[in-house]
């Protein structure tokens, strides 16, 4: 039984159209997630032989294999679920989103602080990375995260509320080169709702470090 499995995408192929087209969807989905999901489960099962054959040879590249491949799985399975057909705009209270609206007011100073900021943060990666939005327990506060590949450059006990893919796989079929375009693009699609479901349950789980008594 494996641990992992690939989720449903919320809606069709077509439904962010035209800010991303069905072919980068179907592709994105079906086999790129599909291929972090078995990396996982797959990794898991090579540790498990080596647990049980005492043979270590290989333990750095499978420590390292499970990060990428179950954090990538991680990343994309909120991704989908961070856009939207009908998203885009600013969160505003009176859309139900207001708690998180303020949180990003007082966390960056502003709204137009923080779109920059994450927009830089994703347009910038150098090779395969992300741009995300992280609420970070110990100080209360959300902070923008610029990821490498799935898993490096984050900081420990963060939790992703927004996050915009920034590999080619993500865009290059439609905006070729212009990565820049298409994070920009990617503002018309954000699904407030649930970005702001993610920061609440974020918030419920603020003692989990136990950093403090
Ligand atoms: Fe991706």
């Not at 995408?9 to 790129?32: C, F, R, S, T, W």
């Amino acid at each position: 039984m494996a641990t992992y499995t690939l989720p449903e995408l919320p809606y069709d192929y077509a439904a962010l159209e035209p800010v991303i087209n069905p072919q980068i969807i179907e592709l994105h989905h079906d086999k790129h997630h599909a291929a972090y999901v078995k990396g996982a489960n797959d990794t898991l099962e090579q540790l498990e032989e080596a647990r049980d054959k005492e043979a270590w040879g290989a333990i750095n590249g499978l420590q390292k294999n499970l990060a990428f491949h179950l954090s990538g799985h991680i990343l994309h399975s909120i991704y989908w679920h961070n856009m939207t057909g009908e998203g885009g705009g600013e969160p505003h209270a009176a859309d139900g989103v207001g708690d998180l609206a303020d949180a990003i007011t007082e966390s960056f100073g502003s709204y137009a602080g923080f779109k920059s900021q994450l927009t830089k943060a994703a347009a910038t990666t150098q090779g395969s990375g992300w741009g995300v939005l992280a609420y970070e327990p110990v100080s209360g506060k959300l902070i923008v995260e610029q990821v490498y590949d799935h898993q490096g450059n984050v900081g420990q006990g963060s939790v992703p509320i927004l996050v915009f893919d920034a590999w080619e796989h993500a865009f290059y079929l439609q905006y070729k080169n212009q990565k820049v375009d298409f994070i920009e693009a990617m503002w018309q699609v954000v699904n407030w709702q649930d970005v702001a479901k993610r920061y609440a349950a974020a918030k419920e789980r603020v003692n989990v470090l136990l950093l403090a008594p």
